[in-house]
């Protein structure tokens, strides 16, 4: 589990406490009981799951700590406290739906065979209102299979992604993934949350044939990666494929080029710059990546100063424009955007992670030798997708020496790939 976001309040286990048990009322104006069950996360005690649970039974109906609740649940089920079980099958009733929804959720991380737990579960698939996908992948995680047809009955479902876990999990449980490709189709849906989640359900089916298409389906490059890495980690080590199958998909991926994706947008006519630009912070980033293509084409020129003028006003503050405006000026081949890449290259924010990847791949399509130490330096750090594209990005700046490093990283993606490709290169005539 990631957790570098979860310290981000500056209070102890004790402090924390008391302001989640303080009445609602009773709070000043810059304190905040839903912050207070967020950074109980950081203390899986006895102490800090009773005051967890005191939340959860607090039914006082203002929204403010309805939220409280919903956020206690969701704390609970992260620090899979199992004796809290009793209490969130009580939630499964309880009118909110999103409460409903995250019980549903944190029973699954904590996980039960208790069939009067797992059949209230599987009856909210009758209660109208109430979003049905997270139902789903808990029935399917926990196999309880008395739900199946109810299940089903949701292949067709309007909603896509309950669609989507709906068909996910009626192949689980009868082990028939003849329906699977309904799910791979969903990757090139309009809607990007359809496709996001899609990507979820091939994982969660360990559905080894969808790599190639998840690697071209225009969302973030952080969901295609988990999904390839999930997989991969599925399949490798029971021989269903091989790291040699996976490696082109995982390396297009990380190279993220929009000319290798299947984008599912597109412009009745041709737009200008300014609106290409504003287009790179779009949460939607098959759109971002549509303008990015069309930057390419047809801007190319006056690019490069337009994506410095963004870099200073917002994008240096907007993680998901910083990462499409570092890649351009790679595409680019923006030689005077070095000093901004290195930058970027050691952005330790962890918002700006994928930026940091981004900017190894960008670095290495300008080709400037003064890079080769940057990205080495990139090799002892503990995130695997930076390390793999610094391993990319020497490759093609002609530096092979961090291969002696990688072969005994802690990461098996990136021994796999510093022991392949040492071979790839010895046996190269």
């Not at 209490?87 to 309880?94: E, G, I, N």
């Not at 504003?278 to 759109?287: A, M, P, Q, S, V």
Request: with cysteine; hydrophobic share 40%.
């Amino acid at each position: 589990m990631d957790k570098r976001f979860f310290n981000l309040f500056n209070l102890t286990e004790d402090e924390a406490i008391a302001l989640l048990d303080t009445p609602q009322d009773q709070l000043n104006e810059d304190d905040s009981r839903y912050v207070a069950a967020s950074h109980l996360i950081n203390f899986p005690t006895e102490r800090s799951i009773n005051a967890l649970m005191r939340a959860v039974q607090n039914t006082d109906p203002s929204l403010d700590n309805r939220i409280a609740r919903r956020k206690s649940v969701e704390t609970l089920g992260r620090l899979q406290a199992t004796q809290s079980l009793p209490v969130l099958h009580a939630c499964l009733a309880d009118p909110d739906c999103y409460t409903v929804e995250n019980a549903v959720w944190a029973i699954a991380e904590i996980g039960t065979q208790d069939s009067a737990i797992l059949e209230d579960i599987a009856q909210l698939l009758d209660r109208p209102g109430q979003t049905y996908r997270v139902i789903i992948h808990t029935l399917a995680k926990l196999n309880y299979h008395p739900a199946l047809e109810r299940i089903r009955k949701l292949v067709d479902d309007a909603d896509a992604p309950t669609a989507s876990a709906a068909i996910a999990t009626v192949c689980r449980l009868t082990g028939d993934y003849s329906q699977m490709e309904q799910v791979v189709a969903l990757l090139q849906h309009p809607n990007v949350f359809a496709r996001r989640l899609s990507i979820q359900d091939l994982i969660d089916t360990q559905y080894y044939s969808a790599i190639p298409n998840i690697a071209r389906c225009p969302v973030s490059l952080v969901f295609r990666l988990r999904g390839i890495r999930m997989l991969a980690e599925a399949g490798v080590p029971t021989g269903a494929i091989a790291f040699e199958t996976v490696q082109p998909y995982l390396e297009q991926t990380l190279r993220d080029h929009p000319g290798d994706l299947d984008l599912v947008h597109a412009y009745n006519q041709a737009p200008d710059l300014p609106f290409l630009i504003r287009e790179l912070y779009e949460t939607d980033f098959g759109r971002c990546y549509l303008a990015t293509k069309t930057i390419l084409e047809h801007h190319a020129d006056a690019a490069p100063a337009a994506l410095f003028a963004t870099y200073a006003e917002e994008a240096n503050n907007d993680y998901g424009a910083h990462f499409h405006v570092m890649k351009l000026f790679g595409w680019l081949k923006h030689a005077p955007a070095y000093d901004l890449l290195v930058e970027a290259l050691h952005n330790r924010q962890p918002q700006f992670q994928k930026s940091r990847a981004a900017a190894a791949i960008a670095l290495s399509e300008l080709g400037d030798p003064r890079a080769i130490p940057e990205l080495k330096a990139s090799l002892e750090t503990k995130i695997w997708d930076l390390k793999y594209a610094a391993l990319m990005a020497l490759e093609k700046v002609g530096d092979t020496s961090g291969y002696q490093t990688a072969a005994n990283d802690d990461d098996w993606l990136i021994r796999a790939k510093a022991s392949r490709d040492v071979i790839n290169r010895v046996s190269t005539p």
